[in-house]
Every structure is written in C-alpha cells, then in structure tokens.
C-alpha cells in the first residue's frame, strides 16, 4: 500500500529561522516519484519538486533543499532563512508510475512569523 | 491566460440545486484530474482523464458527475449534494498519466452544500 506521513501538522517559526519539514513515505514499488507542493492561502497547489526514486541526489533551489533518504523512506524539505511568504500548508506526495495512484500527505502548516 | 484555471472560486448551493464547476488548462496537457480537498483531510484523488477519456473513479458518489468535452476542459457536475460534499474541489493537469508526470493544480473551488 502506499502512504505518506507528515507527522508535524503545524510549525510555527519565526523569521530567518531554519526549518524542515518531515515527509515519511511507504511502498513497495521499487520505481515511484515523490513531490512536494506548497499550498498557500490563495488555495491553490503550487508545485516545488518531482524526484523519481533512483535519483538520491539531494537538491537545493535558492533557500529550499529537498534530503531523499531511501534508507529512512523519507523526503524532508528544509527552508533556509524562512520569510513570512513561505506561510501555506506544505503537501508530500508519492506517486506510482502513473499518475492515477497519487498519495498525498496530510500536510503541514507552517507559519513565519515576522 | 496561463496555468489552471478554476470557476466559480466559491460556490454555495442547497441540497436541491444542480450546478458545475469548471477547469481549464492553458498548458497543452493531456490530462486532467478532480480532487476533493475537505478539511484535516488529505487530499482525494477523484476522476482522471486522459485524452478526454475517463481512467480513473474513485467509488466517487454518483452525485459528482465529471465531463470532459476536450483536453482542455473539464468539468464536474453537481446535484443533490450533501452538506459533507462540502470542500475545495481542486482541479489539476499534466501532460499525461504515464511516467508521473508533474501535475499542475488550478485555484479550487470552495463550495458549501446547505
């Protein structure tokens, strides 16, 4: 079965703070991608990241950096410096090879506080 | 206009009125996808469609009726909905099911069933 689990449900912060967000994923594909959308207040899901599961690279774009760990099953997405505009509810998702069985976490919300 | 786009933004409706939602997408993608997003829960996946042919319904009630008339439009119809239909119905696409490739969400709508 798949399923993903963001355990943090809210994280408040406060400016120029660091933080990461937890993203734990189970399956039993060996092929499968994992993303992360970030869903502000406006409603809509703004994507960030696709990552297929042969590619443990970490990735680092401006002050978001994304750590794959296959060993852990686990996709924690840090943000650097943080700002209040990073305020949303930030969602985890694992997909198979086709988008018909996409899994999304429950999300969590962080808040920036200025 | 680029993206996703998502009308009505919100809706409110009695349990005895039929209305639709629609999507549609600027981006030449081949497939499209209805979600619905309640609250504290995580999102679900309820119609795909690829190349204007549904593939996917998950036991959605028959209340929620999709239609997709080309690849760029989608709609969801709606009769005699519940108050617990109540939720973000979120629309989103992608250049096609195989692969997992990127999907790309529209605004949502935000209804309420009286």
């Known amino acids: 079965a798949q399923k993903v689990t963001q355990a943090q449900t809210e994280i408040s912060v406060v400016e120029k703070e660091d933080v990461t967000l937890d993203c734990v994923y189970e399956?039993?594909?060996?092929?499968?991608?994992l993303f992360w959308y970030k869903q502000p207040p406006s409603g809509e899901l703004v994507f960030l990241i696709r990552r297929n599961s042969f590619d443990e690279q970490n990735e680092i774009s401006g002050r978001y950096s994304w750590n794959f760990q296959k060993s852990t099953s686990s996709f924690n997405f840090t943000i650097t410096a943080s700002q209040v505009v990073d305020s949303a509810v930030y969602f985890c998702a694992l997909s198979r090879l086709n988008n018909n069985d996409m899994r999304f976490g429950a999300g969590t919300r962080l808040t920036v506080k200025p | 206009e680029t993206g996703v786009t998502q009308t009505p933004r919100h809706l409110v409706m009695g349990m005895t009125n039929k209305k639709s939602l629609k999507c549609e997408q600027h981006?030449?993608?081949?497939?499209m996808y209805w979600y619905k997003q309640s609250a504290k829960k995580p999102l679900e996946l309820m119609f795909v469609?690829?190349?204007?042919?549904?593939?996917e319904n998950n036991s959605v009630p028959s209340r929620f009726s999709p239609e997709c008339p080309n690849s760029s439009h989608l709609f969801l119809h709606l009769h005699t909905l519940q108050p617990e239909d109540s939720a973000l119905y979120l629309c989103?696409?992608?250049?096609?099911?195989?692969?997992?490739?990127?999907?790309?969400f529209g605004p949502g709508t935000r209804l309420l069933v009286l």
């Open positions: 981006l030449g993608h081949n497939a």
């Open positions: 399956t039993r594909d060996t092929t499968y991608y």
């Open positions: 989103a696409s992608s250049l096609g099911t195989g692969d997992s490739e990127t999907q790309y």
């Open positions: 469609y690829s190349l204007e042919e549904r593939v």
